[in-house]
């Protein structure tokens, strides 16, 4: 197997004394989609906060094209390539198109003695890049990003993600908010960033969209990996199962749990091994 571009090696995150991620690792590499499955308190977001830059792991290694990193922040993590696209893109509502798209890196010209920003060039690129992502129905770059649709935005994102170098891109739950045409739409850019042979991260609780745009996948259940397998090694049900497994442990703690405290005039039973 060729290098992976991402590595994580027994990933732990704390915050005090609240264990959140155990022993995570991970490979990701260059033109695949590792999908991260997960119910609500799997950990996912904790994940996607280490791998952004956001939060530092408490332990373990992470590794980006075989080199050790540790990010300082967000800003230095897409630095080398890191984009992270949240579920509503992240965009401005009152911003034009052209400006979101160069928000932080705008294009400028000269006029006479000053620098201005060059709307012209700005709009070009972003509706040309947002076409090549089969959004056809942007032709201006002046359009407010408050009147695109949650799909449009996301390819946005997406977009601008991959016009600025993005080696990896970090999907969190993109189709989440989307109904099932829009849905369509966002899985089918994934496929296309992962031909130009990003690497994405796909981190949803939508089974049958992670089949769809999958090569690799990983489960997390309360903050471990439960599973880690590749495209066509699991059915649809058995994942779905495994997500499930993680929602019933869950249930059957809490419901002991509140056994314990009211202990129904019993004497206390034996603790639950966790």
Known sequence: M???LLKLTGINKSFGPIDVLHDISLDVHAGEVLCLLGDNGAGKSTLIKILSGVHKPSSGLMELDNK????????????????????????????????????????????????????????????????????????DGDRLVGGLSGGERQALAIARAVHFGAKLLILDEPTAA???????????????????????????????????????????IRGAKAADFRKGEKSREEITDLMAGGEQMAELEAEIESYMVTGEGHPEPAKHAH
């Open 178 to 220: 989307l109904g099932v045409k829009e849905a369509a739409h966002v899985l089918r850019i994934v496929l296309q960033a992962r031909q130009k042979g990003i690497a994405v991260v796909f981190i949803t609780h939508n089974v049958i969209h992670a089949l769809t745009v999958g090569d690799h996948f990983a489960v997390l």
């Open 68 to 139: 050790p990193v540790s990010f300082e922040g967000p800003s230095e993590a897409s630095e080398q390539g890191i984009a992270t696209v949240h579920q509503f893109g992240g965009t401005f509502p009152l911003m034009s198109i052209g400006r979101s798209f160069f928000v932080g890196a705008e294009p400028t010209r000269r006029w006479g003695p000053f620098t201005i920003y060059d709307r012209a060039r700005a709009n070009g690129i972003a509706v040309k890049e947002m076409r090549e992502l089969g959004i056809t129905r942007i032709d």
């Open 2 to 4: 060729k290098t992976p």
